[in-house]
């Protein structure tokens, strides 16, 4: 185990320690033992199946290297060894999702042992230990007849999923709090995205956890009585799911009953976990060695070969994001959530934005438009060229702000050249001194009481001074050199 | 036609004094002739022969020259080999109306050389036997004397060549099954280097054992037919990428100079006397051929039978868990999903399975696995390290191919004493090597096999050796009674 | 049970003699000192037989439903799953 950071439960009068165990589908274009296509969510039922998958008798697997590199990637971002040795096991057991009757996983040899994920809750850093990152298959998916699983008459199989890469990840009992659980877990799907092995997606799947949760009393050395929750699929579940567990077990131990260890499973619309099974049901697997696959002998060459493809991780370049940009530790983390938003960034500034200019845009009115339109910025009409096109102009004072944000807004959506519209448009910024003096001395002239108020000390009379002088432009005015002119005027006695 | 070779049937296509379509008739008639008392055959695919037949008549007539000596030959195959769109049981009840939706690649390389499918042959369930008495579509008589069995498990493809009903037929051995029908029989019979040829296709008994191989009426025979299955196939990742050396090329080398091998553990009590005169006098053959003998021995022989009948098992009960009742084969319906999948491998499973399926499942189960699974793996290095040792000294081993000649049917209902058939076969499935069974006399009018092994990769060596023997020998050309039967 | 085999009693009792007597003749195996002995998984020495990841095309549903004892046409169908048959 790895050392901690702990934070005290929200019930202190137990410990709780909290594992998870992720299974994450890797980005491959085809299936982890077959070349099927690996996409089974736009196909229709059993459509994207072979003899490999469907596992009709004498047909034989073969190891997509891709999933392989996949997860030492992963392996390598969570900062595990890559052991120079490992191979496959059939995992068996009986279920019509798994049609071989046994799983081809990992078990005694891993691909990746030992490493970390370090990560803030509350201003704290928890590091979490990862016991390993393992390759296997994904099953079948199976819709239940009926309204729900017990009434049901028949169930339906589908094979599409089955055989697709899945990589278990798993965590050390580090965490402490359901806070920390949903962070550890937001942070390593923002690694697998980063690094472009998972699309993270936990609604649909492709991203799934498992809890392991206890309580004991506070120093004691040996776990509690471990319960497997199932069924998040949201961070939000994953959080509730775990203190109302710790609700439930502090209850039992607190009315002096035992726990059993289980498996439960989360009921959203309940919010709380059922019991599915217990230990005396659990299963005997016989892992065996696979014997259709030869083993696998990953040589320092190969690591580093897959080293070499790994892109800056999101904390790394935050912290760069802040010493090269000058950024706040905010604003650099925003602007690294998702690799996107960071190449984006870099684009901006590559494309001769400043810095402070680019990051106050992007994680403002940028993302709200990206929110409202439920559309990135790289997919926008307006582009990250367009909008690098875009801040220049605020930046080189053509455009003034509120004139920007109006351009942004209908070019997000529509598209076009930034600088053309503005020419065409006639949108460029009045900044001469002359033509702005000139409005200046007009407008206080047509509001004399509000300059009167303004000599007198008001100062928020200025504001309907600058709306007459703004107005006068058609809103193009420079308005802080405005506010310098009337500032200026007005102090002339 | 009957009883020909492939190689002699090849010239005769050539030479116009037959067709493609001759030679199925003549194979088809003769297993309506012959099936009432062999049960051979699971099923004749006469459509598929007719269509096969005549493409390879348009490449014999387009290509005379470069088409395959296999072109146009009539072959069966044994029934755990999956060809798209036949019906395959692997002599399971569990697989009765199953058709693949694809064609295995040893199968699909016969199929490109122009080769003719006449049927596909009866078997032991899953290659579960060494008698072709566990099939679930009934026994299979040995062309010798039909109230014996014909070995097993491929007793249907070596039965059919015994027979005389087609020069070749394909076969599996998982721990003798092409060797020992072939030695009970009386026809050459090749398990080649696990690696050589592609299982991809065949129904699984024991991953790590099974090899496919051919059953023929001589060695060059089986030299052609190896060259056509053998080489890497991208669908087997235990298939082995290395070049296959051409085997006809050494063929008629001979064993001059040869040192051979008698391992002592080979000829052991177990072995019949009959068995092991004639065995005997084939080494007296091999000396005189210029070959130098020698004893050896394979000390662990006796424990490889244990380490076998618990690696075979634990994958088998793996292997067979596909059998469900849920996307293929038969279904024993029952309301609730466990009782379905109980009810349907009781109802579908025989015996034997059962009985692997069962064991194999416990040498895996926790608590069980370091004393039987783990311990077997660790003989099995064993097995291999002592075969590595002998063949430092010795180019090839030389043996009986089984301790007894063919039994008559019924007559080994324990378990235990039927796998004895296999104790000095499956020794080199453990350690992958190739081997070999050519005919090398009779005793009472009952064939007696003489295995060749050699170290892997060498199974040029093995049909060389054979090779030699066979042509200084008249076995291989005497035909059992059914090749005899006149049209 | 793990190997999913419905028996009955008297199959059950004749199987498990059966098992017993193999059991005891195998267990000679036991007797070997294997201290020294790595285990081979299978023969051979291949390594890293891998594939590009290259998708084919599929055989798709129709010739994959073709065998099931039961379908409708889209998905295999199974009977209902007991609770207690949860996940595996
Ligand atoms: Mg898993
Ligand atoms: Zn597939």
Redo the contacts with the bound molecule.
């Keep these: 185990m790895t050392e901690t950071a702990t934070r005290p439960a929200a019930l202190g009068r137990y410990e709780v320690v909290i594992g998870l165990?992720v299974?994450a589908q890797l980005l491959t274009r085809s299936k982890m033992f077959c070349p099927c296509p690996a996409d089974y969510i736009n196909a229709a039922p059993n459509e994207n199946t072979c003899p490999v998958c469907l596992g009709l008798p004498g047909v034989l697997p073969t190891i997509n290297e891709k999933a392989v590199d996949f997860t030492v990637r992963t392996a390598l971002a969570l900062h595990c060894d890559i052991p120079p040795f490992t191979k496959f096991d059939r995992?068996n057991y009986f279920y019509p999702d798994l049609p071989k009757g046994y799983?081809i996983?990992q078990y005694d040899l891993p691909l990746s042992l030992n490493g970390y994920l370090e990560f803030p809750v509350g201003g704290e850093a928890v590091r979490c230990g990862i016991t390993r990152v393992?390759l296997?298959e994904d099953t079948g998916t199976m819709h239940h007849a009926g309204d729900v699983l017990q009434s049901a008459t028949s169930s339906l199989i589908d094979l599409n999923r089955c055989g697709v890469p899945?990589m278990?990840i798993v965590g050390e009992p580090d965490l402490r709090t359901p806070e920390a659980a949903r962070e550890y877990l937001v942070r390593l799907r923002q690694i697998l995205t980063y690094i472009g092995v998972n699309d993270g997606n936990l609604e649909k799947g492709s991203f799934r956890c498992d809890a392991n949760i206890s309580l004991r009393t506070p120093g004691a050395q040996e776990l509690g009585v471990k319960v497997e929750v199932k069924n998040m699929n949201s961070f939000r579940a994953v959080q509730r799911a775990l203190e109302s567990e710790i609700e439930r077990q502090t209850g039992v131990l607190d009315s002096g009953g035992t726990l059993v260890q289980e498996t439960r499973g989360w009921v959203e619309a309940q919010g709380r976990t059922i019991s599915q099974r217990s230990k005396e049901q659990a299963h005997d697997y016989r892992y065996f060695p696979e014997p259709d696959l030869p083993p696998l002998r990953l040589d320092a060459a190969f690591v580093e070969r897959v080293r070499a493809t790994l892109p800056e991780l999101p904390e790394a370049r935050a912290r760069r994001f802040q010493e090269q940009y000058g950024l706040t530790a905010y604003d650099a983390a925003v602007l690294t959530d998702t690799r996107e938003e960071a190449d984006t960034y870099e684009a901006l500034v590559a494309a001769g934005v400043p810095a402070k200019l680019a990051a106050n845009w992007q994680s403002g009115d940028v993302a709200a438009l990206a929110n409202e339109h439920h559309t990135p910025l790289q997919h926008s009409g307006l582009g990250s060229d367009g909008l690098a096109s875009l801040l220049r102009l605020v930046e080189a004072g053509t455009i003034n702000g509120p004139t920007a944000k109006e351009l942004l807004a209908e070019l997000y959506v529509a598209g076009g050249n930034p600088e053309a519209l503005v020419r065409d448009r006639g949108l460029a910024q009045v900044s001469d001194t002359a033509e702005l003096s000139a409005l200046v001395d007009a407008a206080i002239a047509a509001n004399p009481a509000a300059a009167a108020d303004f000599r007198a000390g008001k100062q928020q009379a200025l504001g309907q001074l600058m709306r007459a002088v703004k107005d006068a432009t058609g809103g193009k005015a420079d308005m802080p050199l405005v506010n310098r002119l009337l500032r200026d005027r007005l102090s002339e006695q | 036609m009957t009883a020909s070779t492939i190689t002699q049937l090849a010239a005769a296509l050539r030479d116009g004094s037959t067709t493609p379509r001759a030679l199925l008739a003549g194979a088809i008639a003769h297993v309506d002739r012959t099936e009432n008392d062999l049960n051979a055959y699971l099923a004749v695919t006469r459509e598929l022969a007719e269509a096969q037949a005549d493409a390879a008549a348009h490449t014999l007539e387009a290509h005379p020259e470069t088409a395959s000596p296999l072109c146009g030959i009539p072959m069966a195959l044994k029934d755990v080999l999956c060809v798209n769109g036949v019906d395959t049981t692997a002599g399971s009840k569990i697989l009765r109306g199953f058709k693949p939706p694809y064609t295995g690649t040893a199968v699909q390389r016969l199929f490109d050389a122009g080769a003719v499918c006449v049927g596909k042959t009866n078997c032991d369930e899953f290659a579960m036997g060494s008698s072709t008495e566990n099939s679930a579509y009934g026994p299979v008589g040995n062309p010798w004397d039909i109230e014996r069995v014909p070995g097993g498990s491929s007793g249907g493809s070596a039965a059919t060549v015994a027979a005389g009903t087609v020069p070749f037929s394909l076969g599996t051995d998982t721990g003798g099954s092409i060797r020992q029908p072939a030695a009970l029989t009386g026809v050459v019979g090749f398990k080649p280097t696990y690696g050589r040829v592609s299982r991809y296709g065949l129904i699984a008994f024991a991953s790590s054992l099974d090899q496919i191989g051919p059953f023929t009426r001589t060695v060059e025979d089986c030299a052609m037919v190896y060259a056509a299955i053998a080489g890497h196939d991208p669908r087997d990742s235990t298939s082995d990428p290395r070049a296959v050396d051409d085997p006809l090329a050494s063929l008629r080398a001979g064993v001059a100079g040869m040192r051979l091998g008698i391992p002592r553990e080979y000829l052991g009590a177990g072995t019949e006397p009959g068995v092991r005169d004639a065995v005997e006098a084939a080494f007296r053959v091999l000396e005189g051929l210029g070959a130098s003998l020698q004893e050896v021995s394979l000390p662990s022989t006796d424990v490889a039978l244990s380490v076998y009948y618990i690696i075979a098992p634990a994958e088998c009960s793996s292997n067979l868990a596909r059998y469900d009742g849920v996307r293929f084969g038969v279904r024993v319906e029952r309301p609730s999903l466990t009782e379905m999948y109980l009810q349907t491998r009781d109802a579908g499973f025989g015996n034997e399975v059962k009985r692997r399926v069962m064991l194999g499942t416990y040498a895996l189960s926790s608590g069980y696995y370091d004393a039987y699974y783990r311990q077997a793996q660790k003989v099995r290095t064993l097995v291999s390290q002592e075969f590595d040792a002998v063949f430092k000294n010795v180019d090839a081993i030389v043996s009986p191919t089984s301790p007894s000649v063919a039994f008559p049917m019924g007559s080994r209902s324990d378990p235990l004493s039927m796998y004895m058939c296999d104790v000095v076969t499956l020794p080199a499935n453990l350690a992958g090597t190739p081997g070999i069974s050519v005919p090398c006399g009779f005793v009472d009018g009952l064939p007696v096999g003489l295995q060749v092994i050699a170290p892997r990769f060498e199974d040029s060596r093995v049909l060389r050796v054979a090779h030699a023997y066979e042509q200084a020998t008249d076995f291989h050309a005497q035909l059992s009674p059914y090749a005899t039967v006149a049209a | 049970m793990l190997a999913r085999i419905g028996l009955s009693d008297a199959e059950k009792d004749r199987l498990l003699g059966e098992l017993e007597a193999i059991l005891e003749h195998i267990a000679r195996l036991q007797q070997v000192d294997t201290s020294a002995l790595a285990e081979t998984a299978q023969v051979g020495d291949l390594v890293n037989v891998m594939r590009a990841d290259v998708p084919e095309e599929p055989i798709g549903a129709a010739a994959a439903l073709r065998n099931a004892p039961v379908s409708d046409g889209n998905y295999f169908v199974v009977g209902a799953i007991q609770g207690a048959e949860l996940d595996g």
Aim: negative net charge; hydrophobic residues 10%; proline residues 0%.
């Design positions: 165990e299974h995992k799983q996983s393992h296997e899945l278990e």
